[in-house]
């Protein structure tokens, strides 16, 4: 199958995704004490960027950042702009960013698909470079579109 990626149009992150979800210190040691059923997530490309399990409760409390859909995350440091998909959401530490997209009626395939693609910039975030919010939404992406 040709994908004739010539003919894909330029978009924006920021057209396709809602803005960054950001996260809240969240440690190791406390996944520890708090386990759960509740993915964590924070800046590794280890596990799909999950560090362990917590319990949603304690999460409430400590009022970190939880998404309660399917979401991309994308580690804004250590393992900068590696982007690992959520089908079930998670919580958010600091040194990651959440991406959920705008449209309504979408699949595990679109996120899949978009992470791929996403994947392809990483190599931006090499020898120290942080994932900025405002860079990375305005960051364009070639995708298959219609005219």
Known sequence: ?????????KFKVSDIFNNFINGKGLTEQEIKDNPGHLVAVQSSSENNACMGLIDEQYCKEMKYKIVYQPCLTVARSGSA?????QP??????DSAKALTIR???????????LRTILMKSMYRYTYGRK?????YMNMEIALPATT
């Open 131 to 135: 994932v900025k919010a405002e860079q």
């Open 103 to 113: 449209k309504k009626n979408v699949n595990t395939c679109h996120y899949l698909f």
């Open 1 to 9: 199958m040709n994908l004739n990626v010539e003919s894909w149009n």
């Open 81 to 85: 702009g590696f982007v690992s998909f």
């Open 88 to 93: 079930d959401g998670c919580v958010i530490g």
